[in-house]
Each structure stands twice: as structure tokens, then as C-alpha cells.
């Protein structure tokens, strides 16, 4: 923390407004997995699904904003931990706004991921695991990064040379490598739904 | 550039189908001017007045996000550049996703505010320059914090051992120090609602 004199500014218009104006809460759904688990692929069927049912539902993966917020950060254990956390902070203000921001990070540790729900605070944050197993993302590699981490050519490659700790306790798995797609998205959707509704908002939103 | 091996994903749901869903388009509203200039004030005036007329606006300002994305900047001018480059890119990317994004920092520094506006892109980028004179905010000082400057507790405090480089060009300028803030709001309100109009869309959005 190495921010000071500040104060914090009472918004006039809350989260539990904007809420009950777009007629759902907002969360953050948390995809993780091994690269080619098919996280980026589910975070887009389900914002379109989530789009085509009149929600506000927003896709923030790897892929994109490394190209941006997070374009000075590489690989390392310790940027792969501070691009998780500005994502996990950038997350929970799209959640305040309104946002069903779904999030596709390989994020691999644990501790990373507790960090996100803790940032996520008050807004529900649902863990989703993309679960392949890595001979099956290894053959599907469609971005011929596997291919690059066995021949060294990439460093820190998770599930390679770097670890993926798989999650303890996620409120959705999906085996990518047993259902297709558009089951997958159907049965996260399925979960997801009733968690979205407004009858009951989180005390101090 | 730290980050490789990175491809886009084409989403599914453009800005276009959000911005067109929403009756109105994205926009970065860039507020920037001295501490105690009413900035933060201004931006959340905006927020409410924009909510009240069905938009989607949400206020990032510098007494909150320096809580959390940018907890781990000072105010080095190093930090504020940074702190400038991410909130700028999550504007862009909330702007995409189809909020009226309304920033309150200091932003003193010209060449970052240029960065900004570049990173913006498509998405329409709005300067408003909320001019105080110096001797008008430091009376004001609702955060104590040019006492504290003046008796040497900050370092680089904007205006007093920091510069602040006044806009060039900037679309909209309010004068605090002569207009109330109702007016400041209805003032800038007018100038903005024509340009947040869908009927014209930028090309590849």
C-alpha cells in the first residue's frame, strides 16, 4: 500500500441501484485452467448466452488485456500474481457497475485465485474450473504454445515448466474433454442463473 | 511490451450491439485539474444526472481506485504515469462495454493525458478541464492536503512541489471558482449528451 492521503467518495449512485436497473446483480465468474482447457471459448459462449438474455455480461482474458493494462508484465511467478490481482480489482469495479464480468486467466496458484475472491468482496465470485487433462490440451495447442514450451523456446509455461495448482473448492467444474462447448456453457449457465438475481442484494451494496 | 505469445480473441458481442442495446455509446470523460477543483465532485454530479436519464455511468476517480488497482503507486512522476496508463485502459475497456466512463484525476502531466486519449482509440475521448485557480483550491483544501504540502508532510503535491501543465485543447472547460456546481454539471451535461447519440458509430466497433 503505498498510496496515501486519500479519502474515500460516497458514490451517489450505488451497485444495488444499478442492479435493479439492469434487473441482475453483477459477479465475477472466474475461469481458470490450463492453456487450451477452452476458458476464453466458454467466457465468450456465455457472454453471448448471458447477452442474448438481456444481461451486461463482459469477457476479460488473458488473450486481451495483456494487450493493454497489463502489457508491461511478463510470466514470472510474480507478475503472473500482480496481473491477477489488477484483473481481480478491475473485475470487482465492472461487478459494482453492473457487469456479469467473466474472467479467462490460466491463474495457476491457489493463492492467487483466494486473492481475487477477497478483492471480489462483497460481489459474488464464482469459480469455474476449466478442467482438461494436459495430454488433451497439449494435442489441441491451438495457439502452438505447448509446442514453443517444449522446445524451450518459452519460459514458465504452465503445466510445462511452471505449476498449475488445481482449485480445492470451485463451484463449477466443466471437463472440457467430455462435453462439448455448447454443453459446457449450458451447464455453467444453468448454475450460474439463479446466483444473478436480485431478490436478495449483499448487505452494504 | 512484456507480454508474448499472446493472440486476440474476436469476441462474440461487439460494442456496437452493447452501445446500440443501451441507447447510447461508451465514452472516456477525462476530468482533469488541480486538487480541490471539484473534479471527483463534477464527475460524480455527472454520474447521477446520467443515471437519472437511463446511462450507464460510472465515476473512476483517484481517491478510489489508488485503494485498489493502484494501490501499489505513489505519486512519484514515474507512478502517476503509470497510475494514468491503467486507468486509462480500463476506461477503455468499460467504454467498450458500454459505460460512460468519467475519470477524476489530477492528471498533470500533458503527455500522459495525450496517452490516455491514444489508448481510448475508437472510443471517444473527452478532456474537461476543471479550472481552478490555485489559491481557490488551496483555500478549499477539503483533504487538508495543501496544508500538509505547504508544511512539507507531501512530497510532489500537484501545484505546490509538483507541476501541473494546464490542457492545450481540451473539448470542455469549467471554471469552479465562478459557477456552482449544479451549473458546472448542466454546463459539460450538454456538451456531452449530443456525442453520446448512437446514430453514428465508429468504424470497427
Known amino acids: 500500500m503505498k498510496s496515501t492521503n486519500i479519502v474515500w467518495h460516497e458514490g451517489n449512485v450505488t451497485a444495488a441501484d444499478r442492479w435493479r436497473r439492469n434487473g441482475h446483480k453483477g459477479a465475477v465468474i472466474w475461469l481458470t485452467g490450463l492453456s487450451g482447457s477452452g476458458k476464453s471459448t466458454l467466457a465468450h459462449g456465455l457472454e453471448k448466452e448471458l447477452f442474448q438474455r438481456s444481461f451486461h455480461a463482459y469477457v476479460l482474458d488473458g488473450d486481451n488485456i495483456r494487450h493493454g493494462l497489463n502489457a508491461n508484465l511478463g510470466f514470472s511467478p510474480r507478475d503472473r500474481e500482480e496481473n491477477i490481482r489488477r484483473v481481480a480489482e478491475m473485475a470487482r469495479i465492472m461487478a459494482d457497475c453492473g457487469v456479469v464480468v467473466l474472467t479467462g486467466f490460466i491463474s495457476p496458484y491457489r493463492k492467487d485465485r483466494r486473492r ?11 469459480e469455474v474450473y476449466v478442467d482438461a487433462p494436459l495430454d488433451v490440451c497439449e ?37 472440457t474433454d467430455r462435453a462439448t462447448v455448447e454443453e459446457s456453457v449450458a451447464f455453467i449457465l444453468e448454475k450460474l442463473l439463479p446466483r444473478l438475481k436480485i431478490d436478495r442484494l449483499p448487505i452494504g451494496l
Open 116 to 126: 481475487a475472491r477477497r478483492i471480489a468482496g462483497g460481489i459474488d465470485f464464482v
Open 139 to 175: 494435442q489441441r495447442d491451438p495457439k502452438n504454445l505447448y509446442k514453443k514450451a517444449r522446445a524451450g523456446e518459452i519460459k514458465d509455461f504452465t503445466g510445462i515448466d511452471a505449476p498449475y495448482e488445481t482449485p480445492e473448492a470451485a463451484e463449477i467444474t466443466v471437463r
